[in-house]
């Protein structure tokens, strides 16, 4: 597999993370431990189903421990946060402050071994951060709202350093996300019992919602994203991913999920400005690498 077949098949990924607001809203009411056990499950259970079919249960086996465990917390965590966000807040201003991981991805992207911290990158930031500030101070709603920015912001880190620190397990293979669905879906059944109220989808956009989430945001993506960061262009699947915010928010208004305001415009074009000029930053950066190595 060459680096742009890697980096497209990252790109099916964030394709799919576009409809993950629109079908986090559509399976409330239930909540966000149960909501993760049960897209874990069936992301899980499709790749368990791959991995028979295909015979790679051997891969699995050289794979330490400690990998398994970092998996399974990236996944669990930006997940439960992510949903515990979007159920807290207005959906379209806490997806896209957690959509800030893209730029997140190429300013931290630019501390890994080779790459550079450019002041485009620090402006790029400052733009982005200053976006999710117009949205969280034009959409309070009141404490509730409050937690679930901050939720949302942490879901932004959580994923960003998952993706970015991925690039140490170059050598893991992809089947390893298997587990890490599964042991997601086990981690958060339990935690589920312990701290949540069962309450199932309601009616048949409920349950289709959840089943989206399970073969698509939740499921698919995290096979074709371990694919791209790994042996894709991992900047540019940052670049590609600014993307996801607009798509995202334009696909929960569509669906009338979401009211189109000015705030909303203005914080859209703020994150994915920053987004752009990082993105500029990364590209000079490699430009000017490629002329030293001449």
Not at 29 to 51: D, E, H, K, S, Y
Not at 82 to 109: D, Q, T
Not at 125 to 149: D, H, N, R
Request: a neutral charge; proline letters at 4%; hydrophobic letters at 55%.
């Amino acid at each position: 597999m060459t680096r742009g077949q890697a980096t497209a098949i990252g790109g099916v990924a964030i394709l799919l993370w576009a409809l993950l607001a629109l079908f986090t809203v559509g399976s409330a009411p239930v909540p966000p431990l149960q909501l993760n056990a049960m897209c874990f499950a069936i992301g899980g259970t499709v790749g368990l189903i791959w991995l028979v079919i295909s015979g790679g249960f051997q891969t699995l086996r050289d794979v330490p421990l400690g990998v398994y465990a970092f998996g399974t917390a990236g996944l669990f965590g930006y997940h439960f946060l992510y949903f515990s966000a979007l159920r807290l807040a207005p959906p379209a201003e806490a997806g896209l402050i957690a959509y800030l991981w893209p730029l997140l991805i190429v300013l931290l992207s630019g501390l890994l071994p080779g790459e550079t911290v450019r002041k485009g990158h620090l402006i790029g930031g400052a733009l982005g951060f200053a976006g999710a500030a117009v949205l969280i101070g034009t959409g309070l709603t009141g404490g509730g709202a409050w937690a679930g920015y901050l939720l949302a912001l942490a879901c932004a880190f959580t994923w960003s350093g998952y993706s970015v620190m991925s690039r140490r397990f170059e050598a893991v293979p992809t089947s390893a996300v298997v587990v890490f669905c599964l042991a997601s879906a086990v981690l958060s059944a339990l935690c589920h019992a312990a701290l949540e109220t069962t309450q199932w989808p309601e009616g048949g956009i409920g349950w289709a919602s959840v089943a989206g989430l399970g073969l698509g945001p939740v499921g698919l993506a995290f096979f074709a994203w371990d694919i791209g960061v790994k042996r894709g262009d991992i900047q540019l699947l940052g670049v590609l991913s600014y993307a996801a915010p607009v798509l995202s928010t334009f696909a929960l208004v569509v669906a009338g999920l979401a009211p189109l305001t000015v705030s909303l415009l203005m914080g859209t074009l703020m994150i994915t400005g920053g987004a752009l000029v990082a993105a500029q930053a990364s590209q000079t950066s490699r430009n000017s690498d490629a002329a030293n190595s001449v």
